[in-house]
């Protein structure tokens, strides 16, 4: 069983920067591919960025590359999402998620490939 508690989201003006945490409990942190997600009102769930058990390999979504880097600590049990550049379509409820999985480089990208969730924090980018 894994918990995952977020932080780090806010209001901030466009062309801002957030950076984003989730703290896993567990002593099987690296045996995880962590992902962010987000939804806004209406829209699907989506992979914003997703980052391999052993941090090695990640992957970004098209609206967010070049703007979003992720990284993670296993001795810390945390992921991080740093935001640069953040617009107003940026705004959406960011989801940690993470990926049981015995693959070293697996970056899963759907929704239903992820094992445990968080509460999920608000971000909201204004113009």
């Known amino acids: 069983q894994v918990q995952l508690v977020e932080s780090g989201g806010g209001l901030v003006q466009a062309g801002g920067s957030l950076r984003l945490s989730c703290a896993a409990s567990g002593r099987t942190f690296s045996s995880y591919g962590m992902g962010w997600f987000r939804q806004a009102p209406g829209k699907e769930r989506e992979l914003v960025a997703g980052v391999s058990r052993s941090g090695h390999r990640t992957y970004y979504g098209d609206s967010v590359k070049g703007r979003c880097t992720i990284s993670r600590d296993n001795a810390k049990n945390t992921v991080y999402l740093q935001m640069n550049s953040l617009k107003p379509e940026d705004t959406a409820v960011y989801y940690c998620?993470?990926?049981?999985?015995?693959?070293?480089?697996?970056?899963?990208?759907?929704?239903?490939?992820?094992?445990?969730w968080g509460q999920g924090t608000q971000v909201t980018v204004s113009s």
């Open positions: 998620a993470a990926d049981y999985t015995s693959q070293p480089m697996s970056i899963s990208r759907r929704p239903t490939e992820y094992d445990y």
